[in-house]
């Protein structure tokens, strides 16, 4: 007898299952949803930032409501590039994401506009659990820390990326930063997002401040850096963003909230979207699952695709679904590798942004939204490598990093503060 008690379980209140929870009250508002999440509340301390191209006509129903802000186009300022890129550019908060989730999670249910079935019911679509570690994943059942167990036709882990330490990669560059949102006392100087102002002191790698002004007076300003290694230092960040801040002319500013990442960038093969076994394991979602552009950190694109294809069929048939869906990115994912590899080692860390500098120059802006969407083609991908190498290679490194490392070896040094990495420590991660 199949006792499940729902349709779908969805494991880490993430970014995957708040998408998930969305795409499915869109497309199956009928259906029975439960979300555990092991902190007390849901979707962390993030702002996660798309472009709102990436978005399928299909998704764009359910995502739509979700955006928070919204501008008509941003910035890159490269080594003396300056460009806008005539791009729409969204953000959301995780606070203001959590709501919508938690919000749509308690709506009651109505027709079913996959099967239009129409179940009236008195029960609320989902069920939120906070505060509850789950400890066992299988394809049909979780159970959690307090040994309670759940049943549901279709089990997805969406419990994000691995610490640094236990990395899905044998090798990989990280992309980190830290974001420090401020109010300000007189109005920010720039109109949209800067995402990308590399007039800042280079070190650790490409380095750069992204900014995201929400109004005039309320602005994230992020120290960003495409590093080989995981340390990051806050106060050094601190220090990076007030010395660009007084460098734009605002000098009154307080501190009202943090956020830090450190994302794989991964130069080897593994886990790709999909690549988590669908088989007898629960289906895997989100970081989890690979579902991330691997050369842009990004993983919203990928992420939201991932639900509506879950979203848009049956429990029994996502497993399908999905199977096609990682197959069509397969091929781009390998090539982001191979776009990492390039930056990570074979081009000496000062003179990487050379590659930013001509990604930006070179693509057409119906080019740059198909990469960040990952959904570009072959011409795209022969636009972004074909054409004068960048200066300061290193073809002995980047040779030495076609031979699989051992993870060992790159689990040591990423844990290591980059204050004391040496020369050697670089040339043994590949680098
Ligand atoms: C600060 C920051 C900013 C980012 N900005 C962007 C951006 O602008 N655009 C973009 O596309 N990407 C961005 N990313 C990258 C990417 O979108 C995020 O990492 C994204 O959150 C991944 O989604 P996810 O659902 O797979 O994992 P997460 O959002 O990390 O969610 C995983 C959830 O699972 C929970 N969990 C883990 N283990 C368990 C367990 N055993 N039991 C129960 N719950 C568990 C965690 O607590 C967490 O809430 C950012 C990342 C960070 C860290």
Same mark, same amino acid.
């Given at each position: ?124 679509? %989902?069920?939120?659990?906070? =505060? /509850? @570690? ?10 959690? $820390?307090? *040994? ?120 080897? %093969?593994?886990?790709?979207? =999909? /690549? @988590? ?10 970081? $989890?699952? *690979? ?141």
């Amino acid at each position: 007898m199949n006792s499940f008690e729902f349709d779908y379980i969805l494991v880490g209140g993430g970014l995957q299952s708040g998408l998930l929870v969305l795409a499915l009250y869109h497309h199956q508002p009928s259906a029975r949803v439960l979300l555990v999440e092991r902190q007390d509340a849901i979707a962390g301390n993030h702002t996660w930032s798309f472009h709102p191209r990436d978005v399928s006509t299909s998704a764009a129903a359910w995502v739509s409501p979700a955006v928070e802000y919204r501008w008509p186009s941003y910035q890159v300022r490269i080594h003396g590039l300056e460009k806008q890129i005539g791009l729409s550019y969204a953000s959301i908060s995780s606070t203001y994401f959590a709501e919508i989730v938690a919000k749509t999670l308690a709506r009651f249910t109505g027709e079913n506009r996959v099967t239009g079935e129409n179940r009236e019911s008195s029960q609320p679509f %989902g069920v939120l659990l906070t =505060g /509850s @570690e789950v400890t066992q994943v299988h394809r049909n059942e979780i159970t959690t $820390a307090n *040994g309670q167990s759940y049943r549901g036709r279709l089990v997805i882990d969406c419990r994000g990326a691995k610490p640094a330490n236990q990395s899905h990669f044998s090798q990989t560059g990280y992309q980190k930063f830290w974001g420090f949102e401020i109010e300000l006392q007189s109005d920010w100087p720039f109109d949209g997002p800067i995402v990308m102002d590399d007039r800042i002191e280079q070190c650790d790698g490409f380095r750069f401040i992204y900014s995201l002004p929400f109004t005039r007076r309320r602005v994230l300003v992020e120290d960003t850096r495409f590093s080989n290694n995981t340390a990051i230092d806050r106060n050094d960040c601190l220090q990076k963003v007030g010395n660009y801040l007084s460098s734009c002319g605002v000098n009154a500013w307080s501190i009202v909230r943090e956020e830090h990442g450190l994302l794989p960038m991964p130069i080897s %093969g593994e886990h790709k979207p =999909g /690549s @988590e076994s669908l088989a007898d394991e629960a289906m895997a979602g989100g970081y $989890a699952g *690979g579902w991330f552009h691997a050369a842009t950190g990004y993983s919203f694109p990928l992420a939201m695709d991932f639900a509506e294809t879950v979203a848009s069929t049956t429990p029994e048939r996502a497993a399908a679904a999905v199977t096609t869906l990682a197959v069509s990115n397969r091929t781009r994912s390998q090539f982001s590798r191979f776009l990492n590899r390039l930056l990570f080692c074979l081009v000496k860390p000062p003179k990487r942004y050379q590659i930013f500098r001509r990604f930006y120059q070179v693509l057409s802006t119906d080019s740059i939204a198909r990469f960040y969407s990952h959904r570009f083609t072959a011409r795209d991908a022969f636009r972004i490598v074909v054409g004068l190498p960048p200066a300061g290679l290193q073809p002995i490194v980047f040779a030495r990093s076609l031979f699989r490392q051992p993870k060992r070896t790159i689990a040591t040094v990423a844990n290591s503060n980059f204050t004391q990495i040496s020369k050697s420590d670089y040339e043994e991660i590949g680098v």
